[in-house]
């Protein structure tokens, strides 16, 4: 899948209870470790949680790559985690939808004050959903409104291997959320909820736009221009490229299941890429390589995530496609992490663009609140190490 599933948002909610009653704790950085060292002692802290395989990558100012990975890519072989494996990008792909939607508005192709019924006439609409009222703006900060509730997912083994396969066109992804009343009025400041669904919208709008699948925009415009070669369409094939790891899914105990084997439900903007390509990518993309200087700092100006999930990202708020989360050296830092079947993936990168690093996990531990937060606050400790390796963040 290219988004967060439906049951990881409903354990991220729960995650939030938790949280707000026994409040984050934060983790020391010992200041004689190089950056190398921590990085590795952060990975293996991943690793010792009982997640599979992990592997990780940062990168200087100066260029300079530190790798590390711990445990093993295939549980039944023991295979070692590749330190160049691919793993599913998910829903850091909406930072490549946002990236396109702003170039085209760069380009006067569209405005982000325009509506969604200006491209897709009643397209949106039906049980209290309006696409007159909402523009792109709110697709692209999830202000929109729009309910996940449609949107397919599974919560046990047994729905996996039922739905696995199955293949949706945006169309009908869109047609399953008109079926359920909208979680606000859209543009409301107080409200904000993470919408896949208006993702799915605004490739569509990409399309009507240019004529193109969005996926061949996100190629044409993003990935060939900074040769990002390991960063690959996936469409509706259910495997990805090798080397990876097998992505796992820790449903409850004693019920682990090998999830690699599927079908991203929003096929048309689902990649693989690697730790190496997507630090490229957002190195690029915070450094201005990819925008204009006024529609990068559109992209910058963020508006507060709901209560709950500011329990999860303490401090975090949201852009066009981009969250910013604050820094413990100082500053703050922009990311956007990807997750569901069987691949978790966290990164960072500093406001200026010269100090990346992005963490991929081949486990998903999303049976129990405490679990999701351990995996999160772990991951998000390893980048913010990363990130403060050099001393204050940049903000």
């Known amino acids: 899948m290219t988004s967060i599933s439906r049951t990881r948002l409903a354990l991220i909610l729960a995650t939030a209870m938790l949280l707000a009653a026994e409040g984050a704790t934060a983790v020391a950085r010992p200041a004689d470790f190089s950056a190398a060292d921590q990085l590795r002692r952060d990975t293996e802290a991943i690793h010792a949680l009982g997640i599979s395989g992990v592997q990780a990558r940062a990168i200087a100012p100066d260029g300079r790559q530190s790798v590390a990975t711990s445990g093993t890519a295939d549980l039944r072989t023991g295979h070692p985690v590749s330190s160049d494996g691919y793993f599913r990008m998910a829903s850091t792909a909406k930072t490549l939808v946002a990236t396109v939607v702003l170039q085209l508005e760069a380009e006067g192709r569209l405005s982000l004050d325009d509506t969604v019924d200006h491209w897709l006439p009643g397209v949106v609409r039906g049980d209290g959903n309006d696409g007159s009222r909402i523009t792109i703006r709110q697709l692209l900060q999830h202000t929109s409104g729009i309910s996940d509730d449609g949107m397919p997912g599974y919560t046990t083994p047994e729905e996996y291997y039922q739905q696995r396969h199955d293949v949706y066109r945006p169309e009908q992804l869109v047609a399953r959320a008109m079926a359920h009343a909208p979680d606000f009025p859209p543009g409301e400041d107080e409200n904000w909820k993470y919408s896949n669904t208006g993702y799915v919208v605004l490739g569509m709008i990409i399309q009507k736009a240019t004529g193109h699948p969005a996926h061949q925009e996100i190629e044409g415009r ?55 390509d997507e630090n490229r990518l957002l190195r690029a993309l915070l450094s201005g390589r990819l925008l204009p200087p ?69 486990e998903a531990r999303g049976d129990t609140p405490e679990h999701i937060l351990a995996q999160e606050n772990a991951a998000s400790t390893l980048i913010d190490n990363a990130l403060c390796a050099g001393g204050r963040g940049t903000s």
Not at 228 to 240: A, E, I, P, V
Not at 247 to 269: I, K, W
């Open 222 to 276: 993003v990935l060939r221009p900074l040769g990002l070669d390991q960063t690959r369409w996936t469409g509706t094939s259910s495997s990805l490229p090798r080397p990876h790891a097998q992505g796992y899914q820790l449903f409850g105990p004693g019920s682990l299941v090998n999830v690699t084997d599927q079908v991203a439900v929003d096929h048309e903007t689902s990649f693989a890429t690697t730790t190496r």
């Open 294 to 362: 006024r529609q990068l700092a559109e992209m910058k100006q963020t508006v507060s995530v709901s209560a709950d999930v500011q329990q999860l990202w303490p401090g975090g708020r949201y852009g066009l496609g981009l969250v910013e989360r604050p820094l413990t050296c100082g500053g703050t830092y922009w990311s956007h992490e990807g997750g569901d079947g069987g691949y978790i993936t966290l990164n960072g990168v500093t406001d200026d663009g010269r100090r990346s690093a992005v963490v991929s996990m081949s």
